[in-house]
T-cell receptor, first 115, second 109 residues
Framework: ETGVTQTPRHLVMGMTNKKSLKCEQH?????MYWYKQSAKKPLELMFV???????ENNSVPSRFSPECPNSSHLFLHLHTLQPEDSALYLC??????????????FGEGSRLTVL | AQRVTQPEKLLSVFKGAPVELKCNYS??????LFWYVQYSRQRLQLLLR??SRESIKGFTADLNKGETSFHLKKPFAQEEDSAMYYC???????????FGAGTTVTVRA
């Protein structure tokens, strides 16, 4: 499969659960991103990885823990979340972190509901 | 910090009518501006970027540094243009892409 793939597409979890979101890109890109899309709010950048190294942690609570084992895979580990964390979590990739066209390629998102 | 404002949450036009989506930004340097679009049941994707000065699907956008605006225009809207549109900004050679809140466009027959 080409492009950016996210799993699961939908996730419902309790506040004490531990779950993970997975993102995989087949574009040969060097940079990967996690964005949060909440209702009525702009997309919020959460984390940025360049060649498996984290270059941005945008004041995200520690209950969100990213992992980038290689340049094709990105995870978002979730634990002890709050109901206000319910949102659509978008993964994206780009050729490089800086320069280039600036185009981001997005996955379809993982819809998270925290009960 | 840079900020992107899309004042219209919803925009409804008739097929064949012109459509203009407003985008204003606050940043004093030289930003790069983009328009992203999300059609129903599809992923968010790039529509056009100001550097390319291109017309995509009949849409154009001109960067007006004096008014700090990057409005998206199409002279004759089509039903397939119905979608969510996001204006985005990044600083030159930076990786942070800041998005506006988005405008939902509905084109009626």
């Amino acid at each position: 499969e080409t492009g950016v793939t996210q799993t699961p597409r939908h996730l419902v979890m309790g506040m004490t659960n531990k779950k993970s979101l997975k993102c995989e890109q087949h574009l040969g890109h060097n940079a990967m991103y996690w964005y949060k899309q909440s209702a009525k709010k702009p997309l919020e950048l959460m984390f940025v990885y360049s060649l498996e190294e984290r270059v941005e942690n945008n004041s995200v609570p520690s209950r969100f823990s990213p992992e980038c084992p290689n340049s094709s895979h990105l995870f978002l580990h979730l634990h002890t979340l709050q109901p206000e964390d319910s949102a659509l979590y978008l993964c994206a990739s780009s050729q490089d972190v800086q320069g280039g066209s600036g185009e981001l390629f997005f996955g379809e998102g993982s819809r998270l509901t925290v009960l | 910090a840079q900020r992107v404002t899309q004042p219209e949450k919803l925009l409804s036009v008739f097929k064949g009518a012109p459509v203009e989506l407003k985008c204003n930004y606050s940043y004093s340097g030289s930003p790069e501006l983009f328009w992203y679009v999300q059609y129903s049941r599809q992923r968010l994707q790039l529509l056009l970027r100001h550097i390319s000065r291109e017309s995509i699907k009949g849409f154009t956008a001109d960067l007006n540094k004096g008014e700090t605006s990057f409005h998206l225009k199409k002279p004759f809207a089509q039903e397939e243009d119905s979608a969510m549109y996001y204006c985005a900004l990044r600083l030159r050679n930076d990786y942070k892409l800041s998005f506006g809140a988005g405008t939902t466009v509905t084109v009626r027959a």
